[in-house]
């Protein structure tokens, strides 16, 4: 049975997804990229990004398996990504012209 986080640990979470989402607007406003215009995959992006800063002490990018510097969000892969593909791999950061997923 999975057990209920504590006042402090929701408060916590919620100071990290504070600062996640700040991060990410503002870089995404520096690099002239959107965030995720699916609101829903977005938050669940916050939300993750909220939990690995709270577990591991920096927004650790979620699609990626290990915690180095380079994986810290926005991920050092992230321009190289967005240039192939349209957005970075966790999809947090799209190309301007990407709407939706698409290219």
């Known amino acids: 049975m999975k057990q209920e ?3 402090e640990e929701v408060e916590k979470l919620k100071v990290a997804e504070t600062s996640v989402r700040a991060i990410a607007l503002g870089f995404s406003v520096q690099e002239n990229y959107i965030l ?8 669940k992006l ?11 002490g920096k927004p650790y990018c979620p699609c990626r398996i290990r915690q180095h510097p380079g994986n810290v969000c926005p991920c050092s892969s ?5 240039a192939a593909t349209g957005h970075c791999k966790c999809r947090l950061f799209f ?5 939706n997923g698409s290219h």
């Open 78 to 82: 992230v321009k190289i990504d967005i």
């Open 46 to 56: 916050y939300i993750a990004l909220a939990k690995n800063t709270v577990k591991h």
């Open 36 to 43: 995720n215009p699916d609101l829903k995959a977005l938050g």
């Open 5 to 7: 986080p504590t006042k």
């Open 95 to 99: 190309k301007k012209e990407a709407k």
